[in-house]
């Protein structure tokens, strides 16, 4: 049985640029980790809390093979294709089955995938995060599932893409050392969240993500 991990955090820094680091979107939602074995699969977030049957759409994750570990985001996006928050915690909330599935019709929500740790059984931990990447850009590829997506980075254009994602709506950006290892539950200066000054303060939502 795969381990219930908890996920790898980060600590927080100003906009650079540098060749050694993939960056990518800082997704404004609710971090989980889900595992996927012969007998279903298991959504957790960043407390151990079980968050499986509150996100039944995720069933599509089944698909996945079995010994499969990854981590990510739970999205929900507003009708411009920026993440709301707000919506999200509502529906997160959420614990009657009936209320449940109503709330797929008014906040839908996607899993955004950026680190893959265990593939078909075997683990991917102290494989560098390059590595990880690149397997899971396959892993969801051949997945082909709407609910499911991989977080797409960029490899040195910290600032620029830092600019754009914050004029874009998006909460700031996440910087990743590409040599870095997964360090369950520890917070590593190898990743760093970067983000406006203004909101850089901790808020009700980083209980929830990086």
Not at 182 to 199: E, H, L, M, N, V
Request: charge should be positive; hydrophobic fraction near 45%; glycine fraction near 8%.
């Amino acid at each position: 049985m795969l381990p219930k991990l908890l996920p790898m955090l980060a600590v927080p820094a100003a906009p650079f640029d540098s060749s050694e680091y993939s960056f990518e979107v800082k997704w404004n939602g609710v971090r989980a980790l889900a595992a996927v074995e012969t007998a279903g699969w298991r959504l957790w977030g960043r407390e151990r809390a079980d968050y499986t049957a509150r996100y039944p759409e995720l069933d599509v994750l089944r698909r996945l093979p079995a010994g499969t570990l990854v981590d990510g985001e739970l999205v929900a996006f507003d009708a411009d294709g920026r993440p709301d928050l707000p919506r999200l915690l509502r529906r997160h909330g959420l614990t009657h089955a009936w209320r449940i599935g109503q709330a797929r019709l008014w906040c839908p929500v996607r899993y955004v995938l950026f680190d893959l740790l265990y593939h078909a059984g075997r683990s991917l931990l102290h494989e560098a995060l390059v590595r990880r990447r690149e397997v899971l850009a396959e892993v969801c590829r051949r997945l082909e599932a709407a609910d499911v997506q991989f977080s797409i980075g960029v490899v040195g254009a910290g600032t620029a893409l830092y600019a754009a994602a914050v004029a874009q709506g998006h909460e700031g950006v996440m910087a990743k050392h590409l040599a870095s290892t997964y360090r369950p539950g520890r917070r590593s200066a190898a990743w760093r969240k970067i983000k406006p000054r203004s909101r850089r303060s901790c808020s009700a939502r980083d209980i929830f993500s990086h």
